[in-house]
């Protein structure tokens, strides 16, 4: 009889699929800065003066209206095996 519940047990023995892609995602540069503001998990006193510095620097390295940001996504697809 097999025991369900246990995870470990027959996870390890699953034959494992791990896939990967990376994509452009394309931010206007204020909702790129929300998002780092969002989690950059500063105190409240410093995400102004974090978020200006931010400002100042996508201005200067992405002059224009949209930032192409690399973002790379990663999987492991298991499948349960048949006992």
């Known amino acids: 009889m097999r025991a369900e519940g246990r995870?470990?047990?027959t996870a390890a023995a699953a034959p494992r699929r791990p896939f990967?892609?990376?994509l452009d995602v394309p931010y206007p540069p204020e909702a790129?800065?929300?998002r780092i503001r969002a989690g950059a998990g500063l105190p409240p006193d410093e995400v102004?003066?974090?978020d200006d510095a931010l400002g100042r620097m996508l201005r200067g390295r992405f002059p224009g209206d949209?930032?192409?940001v690399p973002h790379?996504?990663?999987a492991v697809v298991a499948t349960r095996g048949v006992s």
Do not use: Y
Request: charged share 40%.
């Open 7 to 9: 995870g470990r047990d």
């Open 32 to 34: 790129w800065r929300g």
């Open 72 to 74: 790379r996504t990663w």
């Open 66 to 68: 949209v930032v192409q």
């Open 48 to 50: 102004e003066r974090f």
């Open 20 to 22: 990967s892609f990376d």
